[in-house]
Protein backbone atom coordinates (compact mmCIF):
# COMPACT_ATOMS: atom_id res chain seq x y z
CA UNK A 1 0.00 0.00 0.00
CA UNK A 2 1.22 3.56 -0.79
CA UNK A 3 -0.04 6.34 0.37
CA UNK A 4 1.10 10.55 -1.03
CA UNK A 5 -0.08 13.63 1.26
CA UNK A 6 0.41 16.52 -0.25
CA UNK A 7 0.04 19.95 1.31
CA UNK A 8 -0.58 22.41 -1.20
CA UNK A 9 0.56 26.30 -1.96
CA UNK A 10 -2.69 27.73 -1.81
CA UNK A 11 -1.66 30.72 0.46
CA UNK A 12 -4.51 31.65 3.14
CA UNK A 13 -7.16 28.93 2.92
CA UNK A 14 -6.85 24.70 2.94
CA UNK A 15 -6.75 22.30 0.25
CA UNK A 16 -5.23 19.26 1.17
CA UNK A 17 -4.88 15.67 -0.27
CA UNK A 18 -4.36 11.84 0.18
CA UNK A 19 -3.78 9.77 -3.06
CA UNK A 20 -3.89 6.30 -1.47
CA UNK A 21 -2.79 2.95 -3.53
CA UNK A 22 -3.63 -0.36 -2.25
CA UNK A 23 -1.70 -3.50 -3.14
CA UNK A 24 -4.09 -4.34 -5.99
CA UNK A 25 -3.13 -1.11 -7.92
CA UNK A 26 -6.85 0.60 -7.21
CA UNK A 27 -5.64 4.16 -6.61
CA UNK A 28 -8.63 6.33 -4.03
CA UNK A 29 -8.03 10.01 -3.94
CA UNK A 30 -9.06 12.22 -0.99
CA UNK A 31 -9.22 16.15 -0.20
CA UNK A 32 -9.93 17.92 3.03
CA UNK A 33 -11.00 21.21 2.74
CA UNK A 34 -10.61 23.36 -0.80
CA UNK A 35 -10.32 27.05 -0.43
CA UNK A 36 -7.20 29.62 -0.97
CA UNK A 37 -6.36 33.01 -1.47
CA UNK A 38 -9.04 34.00 -3.81
CA UNK A 39 -11.64 32.39 -6.16
CA UNK A 40 -9.46 33.07 -9.42
CA UNK A 41 -5.87 31.49 -7.91
CA UNK A 42 -8.29 28.74 -6.61
CA UNK A 43 -9.61 27.58 -9.95
CA UNK A 44 -6.61 28.26 -11.91
CA UNK A 45 -4.72 25.95 -9.16
CA UNK A 46 -7.35 23.10 -9.35
CA UNK A 47 -7.32 23.11 -13.09
CA UNK A 48 -3.93 22.03 -12.72
CA UNK A 49 -4.32 19.43 -10.05
CA UNK A 50 -7.90 17.78 -11.52
CA UNK A 51 -6.40 17.17 -15.20
CA UNK A 52 -3.08 15.01 -15.69
CA UNK A 53 -0.35 17.57 -17.58
CA UNK A 54 0.75 14.25 -19.74
CA UNK A 55 -2.57 13.21 -21.01
CA UNK A 56 -5.00 15.47 -19.65
CA UNK A 57 -7.59 12.83 -18.35
CA UNK A 58 -9.53 13.60 -15.27
CA UNK A 59 -8.28 13.41 -11.72
CA UNK A 60 -11.02 10.62 -9.52
CA UNK A 61 -11.90 12.32 -6.41
CA UNK A 62 -13.59 9.40 -3.73
CA UNK A 63 -13.64 11.17 -1.01
CA UNK A 64 -13.73 15.60 0.42
CA UNK A 65 -14.33 16.34 4.05
CA UNK A 66 -15.03 20.34 4.60
CA UNK A 67 -13.86 21.27 8.24
CA UNK A 68 -16.04 24.62 7.76
CA UNK A 69 -17.86 26.71 5.75
CA UNK A 70 -16.14 29.60 6.25
CA UNK A 71 -15.07 31.29 2.00
CA UNK A 72 -11.38 30.71 2.82
CA UNK A 73 -12.07 26.89 3.29
CA UNK A 74 -14.87 26.71 0.87
CA UNK A 75 -14.17 28.90 -2.44
CA UNK A 76 -13.17 26.01 -4.73
CA UNK A 77 -15.57 23.72 -3.87
CA UNK A 78 -18.12 24.98 -6.27
CA UNK A 79 -15.76 24.12 -9.02
CA UNK A 80 -14.53 20.96 -7.32
CA UNK A 81 -17.98 19.73 -7.39
CA UNK A 82 -18.93 20.61 -11.03
CA UNK A 83 -15.58 19.59 -12.80
CA UNK A 84 -14.96 16.48 -11.04
CA UNK A 85 -18.50 15.02 -9.08
CA UNK A 86 -16.57 13.43 -6.14
CA UNK A 87 -18.51 10.56 -4.91
CA UNK A 88 -18.63 11.73 -1.90
CA UNK A 89 -19.32 14.94 0.22
CA UNK A 90 -18.84 15.06 3.84
CA UNK A 91 -19.69 17.89 5.61
CA UNK A 92 -20.47 18.67 9.65
CA UNK A 93 -23.83 18.76 10.45
CA UNK A 94 -24.86 22.48 11.71
CA UNK A 95 -28.00 23.63 13.25
CA UNK A 96 -29.79 26.16 11.30
CA UNK A 97 -28.42 28.83 13.53
CA UNK A 98 -25.02 27.99 12.49
CA UNK A 99 -25.79 28.28 9.00
CA UNK A 100 -26.59 32.01 9.49
CA UNK A 101 -23.19 32.46 11.20
CA UNK A 102 -21.43 31.05 8.01
CA UNK A 103 -23.34 33.42 5.29
CA UNK A 104 -23.37 35.79 7.73
CA UNK A 105 -19.46 35.82 8.79
CA UNK A 106 -18.52 35.07 4.50
CA UNK A 107 -20.34 38.48 3.64
CA UNK A 108 -18.19 40.29 5.90
CA UNK A 109 -15.42 38.70 4.32
CA UNK A 110 -15.64 41.03 1.41
CA UNK A 111 -14.58 38.62 -1.20
CA UNK A 112 -16.29 39.09 -4.62
CA UNK A 113 -17.57 36.22 -5.02
CA UNK A 114 -19.10 35.25 -1.88
CA UNK A 115 -22.88 35.34 -3.08
CA UNK A 116 -21.40 31.95 -5.21
CA UNK A 117 -20.25 30.44 -2.08
CA UNK A 118 -23.32 31.52 0.38
CA UNK A 119 -25.23 30.56 -2.95
CA UNK A 120 -23.70 26.58 -2.32
CA UNK A 121 -23.58 26.64 1.17
CA UNK A 122 -27.71 27.47 0.62
CA UNK A 123 -28.07 24.93 -1.46
CA UNK A 124 -26.04 22.39 0.57
CA UNK A 125 -27.60 23.10 3.82
CA UNK A 126 -31.16 24.13 2.15
CA UNK A 127 -33.48 22.42 -0.16
CA UNK A 128 -31.36 22.59 -3.54
CA UNK A 129 -29.04 19.17 -2.42
CA UNK A 130 -30.38 17.74 -6.42
CA UNK A 131 -28.11 20.21 -7.82
CA UNK A 132 -25.57 17.86 -6.83
CA UNK A 133 -26.88 14.96 -7.90
CA UNK A 134 -23.44 12.82 -8.66
CA UNK A 135 -22.14 13.36 -5.44
CA UNK A 136 -23.59 12.04 -2.31
CA UNK A 137 -23.61 14.56 0.44
CA UNK A 138 -23.23 12.80 3.98
CA UNK A 139 -23.37 14.84 6.77
CA UNK A 140 -21.25 14.40 10.35
CA UNK A 141 -22.97 14.69 13.63
CA UNK A 142 -21.81 16.51 16.38
CA UNK A 143 -20.15 14.38 18.59
CA UNK A 144 -23.02 12.95 21.49
CA UNK A 145 -21.33 13.52 25.02
CA UNK A 146 -17.67 12.53 25.97
CA UNK A 147 -16.93 9.69 24.04
CA UNK A 148 -13.33 7.98 22.39
CA UNK A 149 -12.68 6.44 18.81
CA UNK A 150 -13.90 2.82 18.96
CA UNK A 151 -10.86 0.70 17.52
CA UNK A 152 -11.77 -2.81 17.77
CA UNK A 153 -14.82 -4.45 15.48
CA UNK A 154 -16.75 -3.14 12.76
CA UNK A 155 -18.54 -0.40 14.78
CA UNK A 156 -19.38 2.18 12.75
CA UNK A 157 -16.77 1.32 9.56
CA UNK A 158 -17.47 2.00 6.05
CA UNK A 159 -16.05 1.13 2.97
CA UNK A 160 -15.99 3.19 0.01
CA UNK A 161 -14.43 0.97 -1.92
CA UNK A 162 -17.44 -1.29 -2.15
CA UNK A 163 -21.26 -0.77 -2.12
CA UNK A 164 -20.60 2.92 0.16
CA UNK A 165 -22.74 4.37 2.37
CA UNK A 166 -26.62 5.20 1.53
CA UNK A 167 -26.73 7.30 4.42
CA UNK A 168 -27.26 11.47 4.15
CA UNK A 169 -26.34 11.79 8.34
CA UNK A 170 -23.36 9.69 9.79
CA UNK A 171 -21.76 9.84 13.20
CA UNK A 172 -18.53 11.18 14.59
CA UNK A 173 -15.93 8.39 14.84
CA UNK A 174 -17.35 6.54 12.00
CA UNK A 175 -13.86 4.98 10.78
CA UNK A 176 -13.88 5.67 6.78
CA UNK A 177 -11.99 3.57 4.22
CA UNK A 178 -11.56 1.88 1.12
CA UNK A 179 -10.86 -1.73 1.86
CA UNK A 180 -7.05 -0.91 3.68
CA UNK A 181 -5.75 -0.64 6.69
CA UNK A 182 -5.95 3.28 5.71
CA UNK A 183 -9.02 4.93 7.81
CA UNK A 184 -10.11 8.70 7.90
CA UNK A 185 -11.88 9.32 11.37
CA UNK A 186 -13.78 12.46 11.11
CA UNK A 187 -14.68 14.41 14.42
CA UNK A 188 -17.45 17.67 14.54
CA UNK A 189 -17.25 18.86 18.50
CA UNK A 190 -19.98 19.82 20.39
CA UNK A 191 -21.32 23.05 20.00
CA UNK A 192 -21.83 25.41 23.15
CA UNK A 193 -24.65 28.47 22.54
CA UNK A 194 -22.79 31.88 22.85
CA UNK A 195 -25.85 32.81 24.11
CA UNK A 196 -29.11 32.83 25.57
CA UNK A 197 -30.81 34.08 22.72
CA UNK A 198 -30.03 32.19 19.02
CA UNK A 199 -27.80 34.32 16.35
CA UNK A 200 -30.57 34.30 14.05
CA UNK A 201 -33.04 36.28 16.61
CA UNK A 202 -30.37 38.11 17.46
CA UNK A 203 -29.93 39.78 13.74
CA UNK A 204 -33.45 40.15 13.81
CA UNK A 205 -33.15 42.41 16.71
CA UNK A 206 -30.24 44.30 16.28
CA UNK A 207 -31.34 44.88 12.20
CA UNK A 208 -35.02 45.56 13.59
CA UNK A 209 -36.71 43.03 11.04
CA UNK A 210 -40.11 41.95 11.93
CA UNK A 211 -40.46 39.29 9.62
CA UNK A 212 -39.41 35.72 9.34
CA UNK A 213 -36.78 35.32 6.64
CA UNK A 214 -34.35 32.29 4.96
CA UNK A 215 -31.13 31.78 3.82
CA UNK A 216 -31.53 33.10 1.00
CA UNK A 217 -33.02 36.33 1.89
CA UNK A 218 -29.65 37.20 4.17
CA UNK A 219 -27.64 39.09 1.06
CA UNK A 220 -31.17 41.37 0.16
CA UNK A 221 -31.30 42.27 4.17
CA UNK A 222 -27.64 43.36 4.53
CA UNK A 223 -26.45 44.84 1.48
CA UNK A 224 -27.38 48.66 2.26
CA UNK A 225 -26.28 48.56 5.30
CA UNK A 226 -22.39 49.24 6.11
CA UNK A 227 -19.91 46.81 6.69
CA UNK A 228 -18.79 47.90 9.83
CA UNK A 229 -22.20 48.29 11.73
CA UNK A 230 -22.25 44.55 10.58
CA UNK A 231 -19.14 43.34 12.06
CA UNK A 232 -20.15 45.25 15.26
CA UNK A 233 -23.03 43.09 15.47
CA UNK A 234 -21.28 39.78 14.37
CA UNK A 235 -18.75 40.39 17.01
CA UNK A 236 -20.87 41.46 20.17
CA UNK A 237 -22.41 37.96 19.69
CA UNK A 238 -19.01 35.89 18.62
CA UNK A 239 -16.45 37.97 20.35
CA UNK A 240 -13.08 36.26 19.12
CA UNK A 241 -14.84 33.12 18.65
CA UNK A 242 -16.67 31.66 15.84
CA UNK A 243 -15.56 28.46 14.71
CA UNK A 244 -16.13 26.12 17.16
CA UNK A 245 -17.99 23.29 14.76
CA UNK A 246 -14.71 23.11 12.54
CA UNK A 247 -14.87 19.12 11.67
CA UNK A 248 -11.34 17.29 12.52
CA UNK A 249 -10.09 14.59 10.29
CA UNK A 250 -7.72 11.65 11.45
CA UNK A 251 -5.67 10.09 8.59
CA UNK A 252 -3.55 6.73 9.30
CA UNK A 253 -3.28 3.45 10.41
CA UNK A 254 -5.55 2.71 13.68
CA UNK A 255 -2.83 0.35 15.08
CA UNK A 256 0.78 1.56 13.20
CA UNK A 257 2.91 -0.84 15.41
CA UNK A 258 1.50 -3.81 13.51
CA UNK A 259 3.09 -2.33 10.13
CA UNK A 260 6.25 -1.64 8.68
CA UNK A 261 6.24 1.18 6.80
CA UNK A 262 8.90 3.61 4.75
CA UNK A 263 8.76 7.20 4.18
CA UNK A 264 10.09 10.02 1.77
CA UNK A 265 9.92 13.49 2.06
CA UNK A 266 7.74 13.13 5.68
CA UNK A 267 10.22 13.03 8.25
CA UNK A 268 9.29 16.74 10.34
CA UNK A 269 13.49 17.46 10.64
CA UNK A 270 15.22 15.76 7.58
CA UNK A 271 13.21 16.28 4.30
CA UNK A 272 15.02 13.07 2.50
CA UNK A 273 14.89 9.99 5.24
CA UNK A 274 13.71 6.91 5.46
CA UNK A 275 11.67 6.14 8.43
CA UNK A 276 11.17 1.88 8.64
CA UNK A 277 9.01 1.00 11.33
CA UNK A 278 7.04 2.83 13.88
CA UNK A 279 9.85 1.43 16.93
CA UNK A 280 12.22 2.92 15.52
CA UNK A 281 13.01 5.78 13.54
CA UNK A 282 16.71 6.44 12.99
CA UNK A 283 16.31 8.88 9.85
CA UNK A 284 16.77 12.06 12.66
CA UNK A 285 17.33 13.06 15.89
CA UNK A 286 13.49 13.49 16.51
CA UNK A 287 13.56 11.49 19.91
CA UNK A 288 10.00 9.48 19.13
CA UNK A 289 8.38 6.95 17.22
CA UNK A 290 7.51 8.34 13.41
CA UNK A 291 4.10 7.11 12.16
CA UNK A 292 2.33 8.56 8.84
CA UNK A 293 -0.61 9.39 11.34
CA UNK A 294 -2.24 12.77 10.77
CA UNK A 295 -5.05 15.01 12.29
CA UNK A 296 -6.21 17.69 9.78
CA UNK A 297 -7.79 20.39 11.99
CA UNK A 298 -9.52 23.20 9.40
CA UNK A 299 -10.09 26.55 12.08
CA UNK A 300 -10.33 23.92 15.28
CA UNK A 301 -11.47 26.02 18.19
CA UNK A 302 -8.25 24.73 20.59
CA UNK A 303 -8.66 27.19 22.72
CA UNK A 304 -11.89 25.82 24.02
CA UNK A 305 -12.28 22.29 22.86
CA UNK A 306 -8.67 20.65 22.73
CA UNK A 307 -9.56 18.69 25.78
CA UNK A 308 -12.58 16.98 23.95
CA UNK A 309 -10.28 16.76 20.72
CA UNK A 310 -7.79 14.66 22.91
CA UNK A 311 -10.41 12.62 24.63
CA UNK A 312 -12.06 11.30 21.34
CA UNK A 313 -9.01 10.67 19.88
CA UNK A 314 -7.28 9.32 22.87
CA UNK A 315 -6.44 6.26 21.69
CA UNK A 316 -5.09 7.16 18.89
CA UNK A 317 -3.43 10.48 19.78
CA UNK A 318 -0.08 8.95 20.68
CA UNK A 319 0.49 7.58 17.14
CA UNK A 320 0.39 11.26 16.05
CA UNK A 321 3.15 12.91 13.94
CA UNK A 322 1.66 15.46 11.66
CA UNK A 323 -0.80 17.61 12.83
CA UNK A 324 -2.45 20.58 11.03
CA UNK A 325 -1.85 23.70 13.14
CA UNK A 326 -5.49 25.30 13.18
CA UNK A 327 -6.67 28.49 12.07
CA UNK A 328 -3.30 29.15 9.94
CA UNK A 329 -1.40 29.65 13.72
CA UNK A 330 -4.10 32.51 14.65
CA UNK A 331 -3.52 33.01 18.60
CA UNK A 332 -6.85 32.89 19.87
CA UNK A 333 -6.86 29.27 18.61
CA UNK A 334 -3.45 28.11 20.45
CA UNK A 335 -3.83 25.89 23.50
CA UNK A 336 -0.26 23.96 24.73
CA UNK A 337 -1.62 20.73 24.93
CA UNK A 338 -2.58 20.28 21.35
CA UNK A 339 0.80 19.65 20.54
CA UNK A 340 2.18 17.35 23.47
CA UNK A 341 2.39 14.88 20.78
CA UNK A 342 3.23 15.36 17.04
CA UNK A 343 6.77 16.19 16.02
CA UNK A 344 6.04 17.66 12.78
CA UNK A 345 3.01 19.83 11.07
CA UNK A 346 1.93 22.54 8.77
CA UNK A 347 0.72 25.57 8.71
CA UNK A 348 -1.82 27.02 5.40
CA UNK A 349 -1.42 30.58 5.08
CA UNK A 350 -0.83 33.75 2.86
CA UNK A 351 2.14 35.54 2.35
CA UNK A 352 0.57 39.09 2.93
CA UNK A 353 -2.47 38.84 4.38
CA UNK A 354 -4.39 41.30 6.50
CA UNK A 355 -4.29 38.96 9.66
CA UNK A 356 -1.00 38.58 10.16
CA UNK A 357 -1.00 35.19 10.59
CA UNK A 358 1.02 32.80 12.08
CA UNK A 359 1.47 34.77 14.95
CA UNK A 360 4.82 34.27 16.23
CA UNK A 361 4.27 33.90 19.73
CA UNK A 362 1.83 30.84 18.87
CA UNK A 363 4.94 29.91 16.32
CA UNK A 364 7.49 30.06 18.88
CA UNK A 365 4.95 28.66 21.70
CA UNK A 366 4.61 25.69 19.61
CA UNK A 367 8.19 25.03 19.06
CA UNK A 368 8.67 24.93 22.53
CA UNK A 369 6.11 22.25 23.02
CA UNK A 370 8.32 20.15 20.73
CA UNK A 371 6.38 20.35 17.67
CA UNK A 372 8.11 21.78 14.40
CA UNK A 373 5.69 22.96 11.77
CA UNK A 374 6.48 24.06 8.38
CA UNK A 375 4.59 27.16 6.72
CA UNK A 376 3.16 26.99 3.59
CA UNK A 377 2.16 29.80 1.71
CA UNK A 378 0.93 30.63 -1.91
CA UNK A 379 4.47 30.33 -3.32
CA UNK A 380 4.79 27.04 -5.02
CA UNK A 381 8.08 26.25 -3.48
CA UNK A 382 6.75 25.83 -0.02
CA UNK A 383 4.41 22.73 -0.82
CA UNK A 384 4.98 19.58 1.24
CA UNK A 385 4.73 16.23 -0.15
CA UNK A 386 4.98 12.93 1.86
CA UNK A 387 4.85 10.03 0.36
CA UNK A 388 4.85 6.11 2.63
CA UNK A 389 4.64 2.55 1.74
CA UNK A 390 3.33 0.39 4.17
Not at 226 to 238: D, E, G, V, W
Not at 250 to 276: A, D, I, T, V
Not at 353 to 360: E, L, S
Request: proline share 5%.
Amino acid sequence: MELTRIIHPVGQGGFYTETLKNNNGDEFNVVYDCGGNNKTFMENYLERFIYDSANRRKKKIDAVFISHLHADHTNGLKYLLDKVYPRYLFLPQLTEDMVFEVLFHNTLSGRTNVQEINGLITDLYGQNRDNYVATRIVRVNPIDGESSVDLEGDNNSIDLSAEGISDSVIRSGSKIHFGTPWFYIPYNPPVKPRKAVSFYDFIKTELNISYDFGYSDLPNIVKNIPTKTLRQIYASYFDSNHNAYSMTLFSGLMKPHYYLFECYSGCPFQWHCNCRNYFDCSCCDCRRTCTPNCIYTGDFEAKEYTSNLKEFYKPLWETLSYFQVPHHGSRNNYHPELYDSPIGGFISVGEKNKYRHPNIDTLINIHQQGCCPLVVTENPSTILVQHFYI
